[in-house]
């Protein structure tokens, strides 16, 4: 059993294998090949590479040896064209949007697996690979934030003066949410969050910040826990009260995502104009639409004196943990269905697990939402 980690586009920090998890599928026998090109930092990975335990091989020769690809992002067509029938693909693939890309896998008959669709389930929490790299995410974009704030976060009573704390809104209350709201409790700011499912009020109090209360009517959510889109007079009741906490919060930071639909646009730029200049925002939804009116992926726009951060990749602030936790996502997903006996991964299309996640198999597709969206 050959495993392939193909070098990311050249943008990216994380990488889908560490010297841990390396070990753990080498005792596993299973060879591991690597892209030759790779700048690895890990040490325990370079040691690897060094002594030969993991081969460094051509890109081509990867794709085209492996049983098992894993990389975090999605693999070019390119790329799919020097892959062998009966390959796994592991990767996050966006298959709502990449219709293209999953068409070819099924066409050619290679078995993908998408990270994002893996279950939000208790057993599944392992290899939640979304779930990983939001809880970095959150934390990041407060750290970016504090950095270009021309202000500190804490109170600090001084002989000089005191100083009030700052005031972070969190807006969207998912995993990045909360990880975003601790954070910013733990640097001193004040506070406040709002999401449009009332059950994570509790949540956030427990957080030690406040929960802004805004009536919107009946706001439901799918049975895996996401948010329902709202209807435009939802949003607009939203905004209106919304309004006065953006205007007066030194960092506002937007995560609200709906799945599988593009964000909801939830701070107009009447609202970023009522900010004080100084202020900063993080759009952390900017790549699936954005909820900031005049965000831009990959860029920090100003827009009368406010900063909009549009960093599309905040989990790759912090490559190290990012690349650790979702190496540790992918390996626990191969082990979850791997088979000691024949030394070979299990398509067990009843496990409710993999019928969410395997996006195409042997030249069909598998996940019923994909399935019914490409009939
Ligand atoms: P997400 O990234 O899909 O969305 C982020 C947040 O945006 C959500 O809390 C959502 O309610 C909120 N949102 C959507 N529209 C909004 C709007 N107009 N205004 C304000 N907020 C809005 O969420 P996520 O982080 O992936 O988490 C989704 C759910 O899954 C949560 O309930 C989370 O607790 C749950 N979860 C469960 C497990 C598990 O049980 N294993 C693991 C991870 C997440």
Not at 78 to 105: G, R, Y
Not at 253 to 279: C, D, H, L
Request: net charge negative.
């Amino acid at each position: 059993m050959n495993i392939f980690f193909p070098k990311e586009h050249n943008n990216e920090t994380r990488f889908s294998l560490t010297g841990e998890t390396a070990e753990k599928f080498l005792k596993k026998d299973i060879n591991l090949y690597i892209e030759k090109t790779i700048q690895v930092q890990d040490t325990k990975l370079k040691n690897l590479i060094e002594n030969k335990s993991i081969e460094a091989v051509e890109r081509d020769q990867g794709l085209d040896s492996a049983n098992i690809i894993c990389s975090l992002n999605k693999l070019e067509l390119e790329d799919i064209a020097k892959i062998k029938p009966e390959t796994l693909v592991i990767s996050f693939l966006d298959p709502f949007n990449e219709n293209q890309l999953i068409e070819e896998l099924k066409n050619k008959s290679i078995s993908s697996i998408s990270m994002e669709l893996i279950p939000r389930t208790t057993r599944a929490q392992k290899m939640d690979a979304l779930s990983s790299q939001a809880n970095l995410a959150g934390y990041s974009a407060v750290i970016i934030a504090s950095n270009l704030l021309e202000k500190a976060l804490p109170m600090m009573m001084t002989a000089a003066g005191t100083i009030s704390p700052s005031k972070v809104f969190v807006v969207g209350v998912g995993v990045a949410g909360l990880q975003a709201i601790a954070t910013a409790k733990r640097l001193g700011a004040r506070v406040e969050a709002f999401d449009t499912r009332p059950v994570v009020e509790d949540q956030v109090k427990s957080l030690g910040a406040r929960f802004v209360k805004i009536d919107l009517g009946d706001t439901e959510e799918t049975n895996q826990g996401y948010a329902k889109a709202l209807t435009e007079e939802q949003i607009q009741k939203q905004q209106e009260g919304m309004k006065k906490i953006c205007a007066s919060s030194d960092i506002v930071i937007t995560t609200a995502q709906v799945f599988g639909r593009p964000a909801p646009k939830i701070i107009t730029s009447e609202m970023v104009e009522a900010m004080q200049p100084g202020s900063v925002i993080v759009d952390m939804a900017v790549s699936s639409g954005g909820n900031v009116e005049g965000s831009k992926n990959g860029e920090t726009v100003e827009i009368n004196g406010v900063k909009i951060i549009g960093n599309e990749n905040l989990p790759g602030e912090v490559p190290t943990h990012s690349s650790q936790v979702y190496a540790n996502n992918v390996f626990n997903l191969i082990d979850e269905f791997w088979n000691d006996d024949d030394a070979s991964f299990n398509f067990d299309l009843e496990d409710e697990i993999l019928s969410n996640c395997l996006v195409t198999h042997q030249g069909n597709f598998i996940n019923s939402s994909v399935k019914e969206r490409n009939k």
